[in-house]
T-cell receptor
């Protein structure tokens, strides 16, 4: 059973470009979470999705950031017009129904030049 | 509402000595509690979890944690540190009956000296 798959593992973008980060949850998991980790800091919750629904996006910046988890295919975290402050590791985790236990991917490390 | 506080940002031990990483939580509902470990440039791996069964929980790699409701604590321990234990450790709370959005502590960096 494959774990949570994130790609790309590393992404470099110039200011103003778009970044798309993908996450395929573990088989059978219908809950996806995105977290952001800045250097020397813990993980900050961004968004919680189920298939075709955003359940909670209270941690997402109001502008430039969006997330989706379509019926088919991976979850996507999209950052438009990236700025240097968006440089971070973005972790996706999936969870079985209603347990709160998270299974993490290896993360996508975004660098904005 | 839920929150978690990891009391130490860094803990330094010698190889072969005990490890104690402290975690206090706050929760309006019955909490589920977790400890995760993160090695450099890696994802997070679950060490152990508490979900209302036995209060003393055993995890991987010899780690244990005890849920103490009266103290709202969930400290992580290991009798004897190994060099490979050097990593970042995160305490996490999730409310059963709440939003099921796990909240992370800021992390404790465990340093193991030879």
């Amino acid at each position: 059973n494959a774990g949570v798959m994130q790609n790309p593992r590393h992404l470099v973008r110039r200011r103003g470009q778009e970044a798309r980060l993908r996450c395929s949850p573990m088989k059978g998991h219908s809950h996806v979470y995105w977290y952001r980790q800045l250097p020397e800091e813990g993980l900050k919750f961004m968004v919680y999705l189920q298939k075709e629904n955003i359940i909670d996006e209270s941690g997402m910046p109001k502008e430039r950031f969006s997330a989706e988890f379509p019926k088919e295919g991976p979850s996507i975290l999209r950052i438009q017009q990236v700025v240097r402050g968006d440089s971070a590791a973005y972790f996706c985790a999936s969870s079985p129904e209603g347990t709160g236990e998270l299974f993490f991917g290896e993360g996508s490390r975004l660098t904005v030049l | 509402a839920q929150s978690v506080t990891q009391l130490d940002s860094h803990v330094s031990v010698s190889e072969g000595t005990p490890v104690l990483l402290r975690c206090n939580y706050s929760s309006s509902y019955s909490p589920s509690l977790f400890w995760y470990v993160q090695h450099p440039n890696k994802g997070l791996q679950l060490l152990l979890k508490y979900t209302s069964a036995a209060t003393l929980v055993k995890g991987i790699n010899g780690f244990e944690a005890e849920f103490k409701k009266s103290e709202t604590s969930f400290h992580l321990t290991k009798p004897s540190a190994h060099m490979s234990d050097a990593a970042e450790y995160f305490c996490v709370v999730s409310e059963r009956g709440g939003s099921y959005i796990p909240t992370f502590g800021r992390g404790t960096s465990l340093i193991v000296h030879p």
